[in-house]
């Protein structure tokens, strides 16, 4: 019999990526062959994100397409998984008939059986949260390559006033320490150099007496040529064990996500985050002690209810005071659902939209002095491939996570870690030339 084919796209955050792999690999268990041909499948399900309503409404426009493919093939399943199954299931199903298949992120192990129900030409629909799903005796589908992402806690207990995730993925809930490392060493013999450990707040991590210090320094011995990062860290949760194990151990990133939102305490309180500004530089000052060169990242948002222009330029200011290497900045985007939607959203699109590009502006400028200061000084690249841009360079990310384009050189290739010393820097990209090869072999330290 021929197998059915099987096409995803993915939206939203990279939680979302891992679930797609979890959900390939189990559709690949059950007998389907996965397409990257639209035109090939006899499934077409799309991995959604209802962060912002942008996000949401990107994805009823590429639905409104995928409606039109199926007049030419009347047999297709069209599904939609992810946050905007969970949110919108009603509206997806009977309001706007737009699809067969409706499956929330804790039901993806009914997503054969739900598929099938689509094929009889019944809708399938599965949008049960759960309390303990993790998927973790789930192989997910993952091709060959040098990065991966790896979920080790699912949902989110925080319900910050803005936010959807906590309606769309539910309560929080980790896998066992023992399946990622088992995880990490099949990635290891299959020779990924890099591991990106998953989660809405990924430090909150904890299973049974593990906390999520124990689950790095776990992830870090199993292959010290294997790079752990991990994602997104919440600041209520960064204990200083956690920053002594980054310090201890060389093949864990210096590099920490740790959103701040807005510089404002009025506004944080207003958004539930459960620090003041001042707790948080008191982390930050705290990890760069313990970790010497450790990067930041953030998110902030713009234009949250209430939000005065001393609010704004109180943000402005902590972005000066912490000195970020990057950050995702967005305009506040009102979700149906959750507590600030209550509130009116008052501040006016065009004021929202001035303040974040006069964040962005500023972001850059920082970005731009903290990459030139780079200049002359050596960093340890993992080299991902050629370039973008040309195959006369290649291209890499430091420890911090920086892009950097050194000249192609026949000694290195891809998975190598190499020696560089930076010679020029953009507010994104760093450019350099190879000191030396690093021999990956000897299972070295990456930074001294
Ligand atoms: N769990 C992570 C990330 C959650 S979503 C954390 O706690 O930081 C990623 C980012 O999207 C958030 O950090 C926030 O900056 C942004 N975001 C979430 N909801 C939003 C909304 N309603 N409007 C605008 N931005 C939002
Ligand atoms: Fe959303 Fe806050 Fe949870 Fe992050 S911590 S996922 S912003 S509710
Ligand atoms: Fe979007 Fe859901 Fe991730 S809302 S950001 S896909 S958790």
Not at 51 to 63: D, F, M, S, T, V
Not at 222 to 249: G, N, W, Y
Not at 406 to 432: C, M, V
């Amino acid at each position: 019999m021929k197998k059915n084919n099987v096409y995803i796209e993915t939206y939203g955050c990279q939680m979302n990526l891992a679930d797609t792999e979890i959900v390939l690999g189990i559709l690949q268990n059950y007998g389907y062959a996965i397409t990257k041909e639209i035109e090939n499948a006899d499934v077409v399900l799309l991995n959604t994100c209802s962060i912002r309503e942008n996000a949401e409404q990107r994805i009823y426009g590429r639905l409104g397409n995928i409606k039109t493919a199926k007049k030419d093939n009347p047999n297709l399943v069209i599904g939609v998984l992810g946050c905007m199954a969970e949110r919108l299931r009603k509206d997806l199903i009977d309001e706007k008939k737009m699809v067969d298949v409706v499956v929330g992120p804790d039901e993806y192990r009914r997503l054969p059986e739900l598929i099938d129900t689509a094929f009889g030409g019944e809708k399938g629909i599965g949008v049960r949260l759960s309390r303990t799903e993790t998927y973790d005796d789930i192989v997910p589908y993952r091709e060959e390559g040098l990065t991966a992402w790896l979920s080790v806690m699912r949902g989110c207990d925080k319900f910050c006033t803005f936010c959807v995730v906590p309606f769309t993925r539910g309560r929080e809930r980790s896998r066992s320490l023992q399946s990622v490392v088992n995880e990490i060493e099949q990635l290891s013999g299959r020779g990924f150099k890099e591991v990106t450990l998953l989660g809405q707040n990924v430090n909150s991590y904890l299973d049974e007496k593990n906390d999520f210090a124990d689950l790095l320094a776990a992830c870090a011995e199993v292959d010290r040529s294997i790079r752990i990062r991990f994602t997104t860290s919440h600041p209520q949760d960064l204990s200083d064990k956690l920053l002594f194990t980054i310090a201890e151990h060389s093949n864990i990133c210096n590099n920490i996500h740790l959103p701040v939102q807005s510089g404002s305490n009025r506004i944080l309180k207003l958004m539930n985050r459960t620090y003041t500004i001042e707790h948080y530089l008191n982390l930050i000052d705290k990890a760069r002690k313990i970790i010497p060169g450790v990067s930041f990242s953030t998110d902030i948002i713009s234009g949250f209810p209430t939000e005065t222009y001393e609010d704004h330029v109180m943000t402005l200011d902590i972005l000066r005071e912490v000195k970020y290497d990057g950050a995702y900045m967005f305009k506040y985007s009102a979700r149906e659902g959750t507590k600030a939607y209550n509130m009116q959203d008052d501040v006016p699109d065009e004021i929202k939209t001035k303040r974040l590009q006069e964040i962005i502006e500023l972001q850059q400028q920082i970005s731009f002095k903290i990459n030139q200061g780079l200049m002359g000084k050596e960093e340890t690249i993992l080299v991902e491939g050629f370039s973008r841009k040309s195959d006369k360079f290649l291209s890499g990310r430091s420890d911090t996570n920086k892009v950097v384009i050194i000249p192609f050189d026949e000694i290195i290739k891809q998975g190598d870690y190499a020696k560089i010393k930076i010679n020029r820097a953009t507010h994104a990209t760093l450019f350099g030339e190879l000191i030396e090869k690093i021999i990956s072999e000897e299972k070295f330290a990456l930074t001294a």
